[in-house]
């Protein structure tokens, strides 16, 4: 039995399928996402999107979609689905979908009348490259099948809209066309296995609608242009495969390649195994450099998500080397101490944020145990000491160590922390200050740092550091332990404690050098458990404070004052799984198994075997926001990892 299938009835039902989406991606950082009936509902959708070298090295959607349609007895049956105005779909291909099926690829298969007809959609592994395989799986005579693509030719944020300036004109080539829409684009080859006949007949697709683009308060019409289609003879048992991508490829080769790529893939067949593809989807290769996407589909490479992340998304697997390609593409972009806000392209301006170095160093904290001393220090023990410097003598953004050895971070508009939403061009959360996870991550970062050097008998560094983790210790506990309720307050400011109840305090209970004794951590470990977790992540705010907000939900504006105040957010599970082990052991087992398997229930959930970026702050805690996070999914397999070492310390 299929692990990922949904039945008739559910796709038919408008309300289910177009709120259930897919998304596949490779290593070139291209991606084909779309609902499981293959109507596009965001901007985003597409058969084939990816990275435009040529334009600005942002993803693009080139191909938005390619509708078949079966030709039988002279009658046409287009198996497609577009929403227009007034809450018109058009043509109504869903209503012939029998199942559709998602372990290894996304299949559907079509019943009309007496014919059957399955779909199958894979990228290519490393090219610019959909590869798409009709089967006509029963027929009581010979079909034909009609291929008609619709093409974008448009950054991801943006829509297309029909114009003067678009090439219409495609040229032939072996089995296919290609075209070329504008100057600034490389060509779209669109070839079949089998020599096809191309009708021309150049079209414009007028205001096709994108619902979730609506609901979010953005323009959600578009305008898709249709160079014509494709018509192949096909009998009962014939395949044939269609390619789409920025290089031409041979009939000869494109079976084959349908069949290698697919075999190469884990399939989705349990839990565990829908987890795994879901890590891989987030690596990019790019030359010579690794990346990992923050989450799609909107997301690039952010590097305080990718060093949160990279555990998770590769130790679970033994990539140890591709954990490293991460950690070396983003110690070349270091300066100064600090890292660009994005790693691949996107925001190239030099982030701010006081944390996210201190999240490079617990990533190769984690990373230790998986390579030699050697390979550790000779790759990374300049730019940790390169980033401790920068903070003890303060860096150009105002982030310092002060006299009693906290971290201290302050612009007057600018938020420095994770919870970095701004609303109207104004920080919603600023934690101007001390930050309560900032300084955990600092004393951590300083704690491993001394373990190197004394392990390198680096005395300069020893006469220099060593007895910074006791002052930072005490000034920590005297500044942020609410002994009147036994918890560690958000964030100080110089003059007092800021004592929101909010989740950032686990993340001090959790780290390997932590500053809190056992009982101070089952005292955070149960305000958090009492009052922020719930079955998919920590609420981001206390329920009882009046800015809460229980639903990440409404205008632009309102979506980002609920971001950081109460929506609940997975990938903080991590460090409340890790401060129960911490001071639990094996005791932690119950827990963990109940948090880990509370998401095999999304693998079927809006974003289709992966894990959302958050949910609503109140039951039912409705997904929102990306349909498939990194940091999400490797909070998850970190949960996992904690679990397997548990057992393996029982054998």
């Known amino acids: 039995m299929s692990y990922l299938k949904f039945e008739k009835d559910q796709l038919i039902n408008l309300e289910f399928s177009l709120k259930h989406e897919f998304i596949r991606t490779n290593r070139s950082g291209a991606y084909g996402s779309t609902t499981i009936i293959n109507c596009n509902t965001r901007k985003y959708h597409g058969l084939l999107v990816c990275p435009i070298k040529e334009n600005d090295n942002n993803r693009h959607v080139l191909l938005s979609m390619v509708m078949p349609t079966i030709v039988f007895d002279k009658y046409e049956f287009n198996l497609g ?3 227009f105005s007034g809450g018109v779909y058009e043509p109504r291909g869903h209503k012939y979908i029998e199942y559709l099926s998602v372990d290894v690829v996304p299949t559907i298969v079509y019943n009309v009348g007496d014919v059957k007809l399955g779909v199958e959609q894979i990228l290519d592994d490393e090219e610019c490259r959909a590869l798409i395989r009709y089967t006509v799986l029963e027929t009581p005579k010979p079909i034909t099948l009609r291929l008609k693509s619709l093409l974008a030719f448009r950054g991801v944020h943006e829509l297309s809209k029909a114009n003067m300036y678009a090439n219409v004109r495609p040229e032939m080539i072996d089995n296919g066309i290609r075209i070329k829409m504008y100057e600034e684009y490389p060509y779209l080859y669109m070839q079949t296995n089998k020599t096809p006949e191309f009708v021309h007949m150049p079209d414009w697709f007028y205001n096709i609608e994108y619902q979730e683009e609506q609901e979010r308060g953005y323009p959600y019409k578009e305008d898709l242009f249709t160079p014509g289609y494709f018509e192949l003879p096909m009998r009962k048992g014939e395949t044939v495969v269609l390619v789409a991508g920025t290089e031409p490829m041979s009939a000869l080769k494109m079976k084959r390649r349908f069949a290698a790529v697919e075999k190469g893939r884990i ?70 101490g600090l890292f660009p806000q994005s790693l691949n392209g996107g925001n190239i301006e030099q982030e701010k944020s006081v944390d996210t170095p201190l999240w ?38 105002n982030i310092k160590m002060t006299d009693h050895c906290l971290i201290y971070s302050g612009l007057d508009n600018y938020p420095q922390t994770w ?126 404070d009046e800015r809460y907000k229980p639903y990440f939900t409404g205008s632009h504006s309102d979506r980002e004052q609920a971001y950081h105040q109460g929506t609940v957010h997975p990938w903080l599970l991590e460090f409340y799984a890790k401060a129960l082990v911490s001071v639990y052991g094996k005791d932690a ?47 998850v397999l970190q949960i996992k990892m904690l679990m397997d070492k548990l057992v393996s310390t029982d054998k």
Not at 364 to 379: A, N, R, V
Not at 590 to 619: A, H, Q
Request: with cysteine.
């Open 81 to 83: 689905i577009h929403k």
């Open 589 to 635: 087992m119950p827990e963990l198994n109940k948090i880990f398997f509370n998401f095999e229930e999304d693998m079927t959930v809006r974003g289709i075997s992966t894990i959302n970026e958050m949910y609503d702050g109140d039951p039912p805690h409705q997904p929102r926001g990306a349909i498939s996070q990194a940091w999400s999914v490797s909070s």
């Open 360 to 397: 490079f160093i617990y990533a190769i904290q984690q990373l230790k145990d998986h390579i030699s001393f050697d390979t550790l220090t000779q790759k990374y023990w300049k730019s940790i000491k390169s980033i401790l410097d920068n903070y003890y003598t303060g860096t150009e953004c």
């Open 267 to 336: 399939p989705r067949t349990n839990f565990e195994n829908c987890l795994y593809n879901s890590a891989h989807q987030f690596i990019e290769k790019q030359g010579k450099n690794t990346y990992i996407v923050a989450g799609y589909h909107w997301f690039d490479s952010r590097s305080r998500d990718a060093f949160i992340a990279a555990p998770g998304i590769t130790l679970p697997l033994n990539k140890y080397q591709r954990f490293m390609d991460v950690l070396d593409t983003a110690q070349k972009q270091l300066k100064n």
């Open 419 to 544: 919870m970095n939403a701004r609303d109207k061009n104004k920080p919603v959360t600023l934690r101007k200050g001390y930050a309560v996870e900032v300084n955990a991550l600092w004393y951590n970062a300083v704690c491993f740092a001394v373990e190197i050097a004394k392990e390198l008998n680096d005395k300069a560094f020893l006469k220099k550091w060593e007895h910074i983790p006791a002052v930072t210790k005490q000034s920590f506990i005297n500044k942020f332990w609410i002994s009147e309720e036994n918890y560690l307050a958000d964030y100080c400011t110089t003059q007092q404690q800021v004592q929101s109840i909010r989740p950032n305090q686990i993340i001090a209970a959790a780290l390997p050098y932590s500053m809190l004794d056992d009982n101070q951590k089952v005292d955070v470990i149960n305000c958090i458990k009492h009052k922020l977790l719930t079955k998919k992540g920590l609420r981001t705010l206390s329920p009882a």
